[in-house]
């Protein structure tokens, strides 16, 4: 076993790049499953059902937020006694953090018991026929809320530890399994209440398999079981700040759809949100980038800012390189697509959308590594703060977009929030860790992207279309290893794409 006093985290290009990948995988091997499984359930339990155990699936996965922002508040402060050598402090931070997140999710466990009986037989249509199975279904929920927030603290020390392959085994494991029990158990028995009893039996072992994990990475945490008064305060106000944003982030995000249907129609909703749920698909490649620096900027920050600074330019880089290839294809070919995948209809009233929503993804992916930086760092006041001062004005921006250019606007003023809060992120980070614009040859290039990227929603011919994609990838492809690649980076790509066997 590693003792927490002999653990080194090394960071480098190359286990960032694998973390990564690993974070990657992880997301989108149970979206494959989903995309397969979810029609043959929704035909074995009915529309109804399926509705109520997707509520289930919701509770289950995203019950963390009881946490009160616990779970990350654990990796950024593990991650920073591990950077400043301050290991002995991780125990009684450990069991502190644990204790906390238990006492609120038992909160949040007696809210979901009061609310049920309205939710059941009030708030959700649900017919009288499964009113009863639902509301047990519900109750057994509100019972797993303590078992899924402490998982979220557990997760969060292996975090801080990059232990990211463990973690995305799980994470792959629990996603397939999230499906396939549901499918398994249609062959016996169509009832939601089985159905969540073996799930929340899954999530169980699984919390027995992290807490294994975090005492094999950090034999002390077995041994000093404690609780630290002292710490409470620091933990509750970091995990404070996150909670904010976790709250107001879903209501900015969701918020264009609810205008959208409350100002045109349900009708309008679909020809927005179905481009949207596809094109933002895109920024799993930042948020798996995201859960790899957040540990890695706590742990460095503070005894070597300039490798942070590093890690922060290259994550933009990175996730610029990666992106704009993408993001440009799907501008110019929005119209296109849209008709191969939905038809003509879809041509009309969505492939602006696409085109706005590409261009806001590629810089949305880009303002993933200050926001995670600033929350890193321990300044989660911070992107809480700005979240608080856009909401509003948001909300009424985009109110009167819709009611005055339809979806079209909507789309319009989502982009340009994401312009402005790129903008606002990076800026402060630029004040905090004194990077400049001006000598970064690559915020050139983001910005000649950026740029260019507008470009294909003035051309409507598909050849030209063709001869300007394939021209700019080119262009692009040698300006991106030429000069935006260091030395050491080309040589970890070749070496890793010489060891594939086509």
Not at 322 to 331: E, R, S, Y
Not at 422 to 432: R, S
Request: aromatic share 16%; proline share 3%.
């Amino acid at each position: 076993m590693e003792e927490s006093e002999n653990f080194v985290i090394t960071y480098s290009g190359r286990s960032i790049a694998k973390n990564s990948i690993y974070n990657i995988l992880g997301n989108i091997i149970p979206l494959i499953f989903a995309l397969a499984l979810i029609p043959i359930i929704i035909d074995g339990l009915g529309e109804e059902k399926f509705g109520i155990l997707n509520l289930a699936w919701v509770v289950i996965g995203y019950f963390s937020f009881f946490d009160f922002g616990i779970g990350r508040t654990l990796t950024k402060i593990i991650a920073e006694k591990i950077g400043l050598k301050q290991t002995e402090k991780i125990p009684s931070l450990f069991w502190t953090s644990l204790y906390l997140m238990l006492g609120i999710s038992l909160l949040g466990t007696l809210i979901l018991i009061f609310l049920t009986p309205t939710l059941v037989y009030s708030f959700f249509n649900i017919s009288k026929e499964i009113q009863l199975e639902a509301s047990n279904t519900f109750y057994v929920l509100a019972l797993s809320v303590p078992l899924v927030t402490t998982t979220a603290g557990l997760r969060g020390v292996l975090e801080a530890y990059q232990k990211f392959g463990i973690i995305n085994v799980i994470r792959v494991f629990l996603g397939i399994f999230t499906f396939l029990v549901p499918l398994v158990s249609l062959i016996f028995s169509k009832s939601l209440f089985v159905i969540v009893i073996i799930l929340i039996s899954i999530r169980f072992f699984i919390w027995i398999f992290y807490l294994i994990q975090c005492f094999k990475i950090n034999n002390n945490i077995k041994k000093n079981i404690s609780f630290n008064s002292v710490m409470v305060k620091p933990i509750l106000t970091f995990g404070g700040w996150m909670t904010i944003s976790n709250i107001i982030g879903p209501l900015i995000i969701y918020s264009d759809r609810f205008l959208i249907g409350s100002i045109i129609s349900a009708t309008a909703i679909t020809y927005y949100a179905t481009p949207y749920e596809v094109v933002t698909k895109l920024l799993l490649i930042p948020s798996a980038l995201m859960g790899v620096l957040f540990p890695a900027f706590s742990t460095t920050y503070l005894n070597n800012p300039e490798f942070t600074k590093k890690l922060l330019l290259n994550g933009v880089k990175y996730i610029f390189i990666l992106l704009f290839p993408i993001t440009f294809v799907i501008i110019s070919f929005a119209s296109e697509g849209m008709n191969l995948w939905l038809g003509e209809e879809f041509v009309v009233k969505s492939s602006m959308i696409v085109q706005l929503l590409a261009i806001g993804v590629l810089l949305n992916g880009i303002s993933y590594i200050p926001f995670t930086f600033l929350q890193g760092i321990g300044k989660p006041d911070i992107t809480a703060k700005v979240h608080l001062i856009e909401f509003p004005i948001y909300i009424v921006a985009m109110w009167f977009a819709i009611k005055h250019f339809g979806i079209n606007g909507a789309a319009m003023i989502w982009l340009s929030r994401i312009i402005i809060d790129t903008l606002v992120l990076l800026l402060i980070t630029k004040k905090i860790i004194s990077f400049y614009f001006r000598f970064s040859i690559n915020f050139v290039y983001v910005l000649l992207g950026f740029t260019i990227s507008i470009v294909p929603i003035y051309i409507n011919n598909t050849n030209l279309k063709y001869i300007l994609v394939i021209l700019i990838l080119l262009i692009f492809s040698f300006i991106a290893w030429k000069y935006m690649l260091k030395e050491e980076e080309k040589t970890f790509l070749t070496s890793h794409l010489k060891k594939i066997n086509f």
